[in-house]
């Protein structure tokens, strides 16, 4: 009978309370950068036309300028180099 008298105390683990936070941006907010994006692809196309595409176009038709300018004669002196 002694061992029923004999009390035993059990060990509990100790209570653990963990709170979790959500928190929403109201929709995911991606939208304005991909219309970034886009804007920015189609500039930069645009700009790379201009830049590649419109310089051939201007141009001009061949034309018959024919300028003449007198070349002033300039005379030098005979000069030879010197042996070593």
């Not at 035993?8 to 941006?25: A, I, K």
């Not at 304005?32 to 830049?51: D, R």
């Not at 051939?56 to 004669?73: C, F």
Request: hydrophobic share 40%; charged share 25%.
């Amino acid at each position: 009978m002694e061992d029923r008298e004999r009390i035993v105390e059990v060990e509990r683990e100790p209570t653990v309370e963990r709170h979790t936070t959500v928190v929403t941006t109201g929709g995911g907010g991606g939208g304005g950068t991909a219309i970034v994006a886009v804007l920015l692809v189609i500039v930069a196309l645009v700009v790379l036309y201009f830049v590649f595409m419109s310089g051939g176009s201007d141009t001009p038709d061949p034309t018959d300028i024919d300028i003449k300018v007198d070349a002033p004669n300039v005379e030098l002196p005979d000069v030879t180099p010197a042996k070593e």
